[in-house]
Nanobody, 123 residues
Framework: QVQLVESGGGLVQPGGSLRLSCAAS????????IGWFRQAPGKEREGISC????????YYADSVKGRFTISRDNAKNTAYLQMNSLKPEDTAVYYC????????????????WGQGTQVTVSS
C-alpha cells in the first residue's frame, strides 16, 4: 500500500523552527520527485518546495526561499522540510506529495499525497 505520512507539525512562536518529515511506505522515494505544499484556511493549496528525482535540484516558492530547506534521506525513505524564521503567515496544513515527473507546482502534477500536518505560528 502506497502511503505518505507527514509529521513534525505543531505550534511555534514567530522566529522559531520546525522540521517536517514525510515518511513513505509501499514504494521507494528515490524514484520520485518530492514536493511540499501548504494550505491555509480559505486559500488554495500552494507548492512551496520540491526536490528533483533526477539530480536532487531543489526549488522554492519566493515566500519561503532562504528560510525553508527540503532534503531527502533515501536510506530512511523519508523527506524533510526544515523551516526556520517562521512567520504567522506560514500557518497552514502542510502536505508532502510525490510525482514521477518534474517539479511543477500544479497540484494535478502530483500523484500521491499525505494526510497533512498542521503548523501554527503564533505568539
Amino acid at each position: 500500500q502506497v502511503q505518505l505520512v507527514e509529521s513534525g507539525g505543531g505550534l511555534v512562536q514567530p522566529g522559531g523552527s520546525l522540521r517536517l518529515s514525510c515518511a513513505a511506505s509501499g514504494f521507494t522515494l528515490d524514484s520520485y520527485a518530492i514536493g511540499w505544499f501548504r494550505q491555509a484556511p480559505g486559500k488554495e493549496r500552494e507548492g512551496i518546495s520540491c526536490i528533483s528525482r533526477y539530480d536532487g535540484s531543489t526549488y522554492y516558492a519566493d515566500s519561503v526561499k532562504g528560510r525553508f530547506t527540503i532534503s531527502r534521506d533515501n536510506a530512511k525513505n523519508t523527506a524533510y522540510l526544515q523551516m526556520n524564521s517562521l512567520k504567522p503567515e506560514d500557518t497552514a496544513v502542510y502536505y508532502c506529495a510525490t510525482t514521477e515527473g518534474l517539479c511543477k507546482w500544479a497540484t494535478t502534477n502530483w500523484d500521491s499525497w499525505g494526510q497533512g500536518t498542521q503548523v501554527t505560528v503564533s505568539s
